[in-house]
């Protein structure tokens, strides 16, 4: 069926580093795109999104990459602080309520 | 803000026993929706209620799950009876709006 998924489960990054976390999708239909930060013991948290009119947005420290054309999403994070180590989530919307959640991929940052 | 507000953070039951888990969603929210997350399987949709009525209840894994949204700021997920199967943590969202939700802190629910 189709899913949301990430290239890699884990990513390790040097503190101060910019930091790419990657997501492919398979249906050309959903037309928004969130990222979420999930810390230990915490429940997901919104971190930016992108509407499928858009191939770039930016926000605090964070960039969010849409290229429809290969349906591939990337969430890049800059000069990665300790803070940022999370399981990160990016999810699509069909055009519906539903939002459909990637696998994660888990973001250590080394000190 | 306070948030969604989730009940209780950690849940040990024995198996066969009823469980309740409770949601206060955001003031103003018209859609909550209740997931489970495991590490099998990651983020699953368990049911969706948009202006307190169930929409969509095709991720409630069986007859053994119920879930009720008696007005606009409780929602309650029941489980009865309990397996251990159904250890998992059990997060409630709430949205405004078709687009993005806002997460609880998520209940642990362990099954022994």
């Known amino acids: 069926g189709e899913s949301v998924g990430l290239h890699l489960p884990t990513l390790s990054v040097q503190e101060g580093d910019n930091s790419i976390i990657n997501c492919a999708y398979s249906?050309?239909?959903?037309?928004?795109f969130i990222w979420y930060k999930q810390e230990s013991g915490k429940g997901p948290q919104f971190i930016i999104d992108?509407?499928?009119?858009?191939d770039k947005r930016q926000g605090q420290r964070v960039t969010v990459l849409l290229n429809k054309t290969v349906k591939h999403l990337s969430l890049q994070i800059a000069a990665t602080q300790p803070g940022d180590s999370a399981v990160y989530f990016c999810?699509?919307?069909?055009?519906?309520?539903?939002?459909?959640f990637g696998a994660g991929t888990t973001v250590t940052v080394r000190a | 803000d306070a948030g969604v507000i989730q009940s209780p953070r950690h849940e040990v039951t024995e198996m066969g026993q009823e469980v309740t888990l409770r949601c206060k969603p955001i003031?103003?929210?018209?859609?909550l929706f209740w997931y489970r997350q495991t590490m099998m399987r990651g983020l699953e949709l368990l049911i969706y209620?948009?202006?307190?009525?169930?929409?969509?209840d095709s991720g409630m894994p069986e007859d053994r799950f119920s879930a009720k949204m008696p007005n606009a700021s409780f929602s309650t997920l029941k489980i009865q009876p309990s397996e251990p199967r159904d250890s998992a943590v059990y997060f409630c969202?709430?949205?405004?709006?078709?687009?993005?939700?806002?997460f609880g802190s998520g209940t642990r629910l362990t099954v022994v």
């Open positions: 999810a699509e919307n069909r055009h519906d309520y539903k939002l459909s």
């Open positions: 992108i509407r499928s009119n858009m």
């Open positions: 209620f948009n202006n307190n009525v169930p929409i969509d």
């Open positions: 003031s103003g929210h018209n859609s």
């Open positions: 969202a709430s949205s405004s709006s078709s687009y993005g939700y806002t």
């Open positions: 249906n050309s239909a959903s037309d928004y």
